[in-house]
């Protein structure tokens, strides 16, 4: 477990705001040099804390115009049964995050099509013939006035 540091939670903070900032610049953000900036950063790298860096895309040029979360509940409350489902999903471009979570259902998926039509080809093609699957919630994003993930 890694201890916290006031300057390695600044440079995360600063990372997760601007993942492309140079290192000169976060150094100066920071208050510390660019050798010891960079010297924590790849310590961070290292030790898995920074898991990596990723680009931000825009849904609505990237074609995206239909953001859905689904409650997925099973009927195979098993082991296999979650491994079979979570298989099975792994390769379906359209879900973007899958949690496993507490309460009356069991997953919580975060949904990207095209559009209407591709997302109820997704839910009855590809969701709708998984054999674990017992029941799913469709909840439609309307807007998203805070979200941190970009």
């Not at 201890?3 to 601007?18: G, M, P």
């Not at 979360?69 to 379906?92: C, P, W």
Request: aromatic fraction near 6%.
């Amino acid at each position: 477990m890694r201890q916290s540091n006031h300057f390695d939670d600044r440079i995360l903070r600063i990372l997760v705001e601007d993942g492309r900032i140079t290192n000169q610049a976060l150094a100066e953000r920071v208050g510390l040099s660019p050798s010891a900036t960079l010297r924590r950063v790849q310590a961070m790298e290292a030790m898995g804390l920074i898991k990596g860096y990723r680009a931000v895309i825009d849904p609505e040029k990237a074609g995206i115009g239909f953001t859905a979360y689904i409650a997925v509940g099973l009927n195979d409350h098993t082991k296999d049964g979650q491994e079979g489902f979570e298989r099975a999903l792994a390769s379906a471009p359209e879900v973007r995050e899958c949690h496993n979570i507490t309460g009356n259902v069991e997953y919580l998926l975060r949904i990207e099509a095209r559009d209407l039509a591709a997302y109820k080809h997704f839910h009855t093609e590809v969701l709708g013939v998984l054999p674990q699957v017992a029941r799913l919630t469709t909840y439609v994003v309307m807007g998203s006035p805070k979200d941190e993930r970009a």
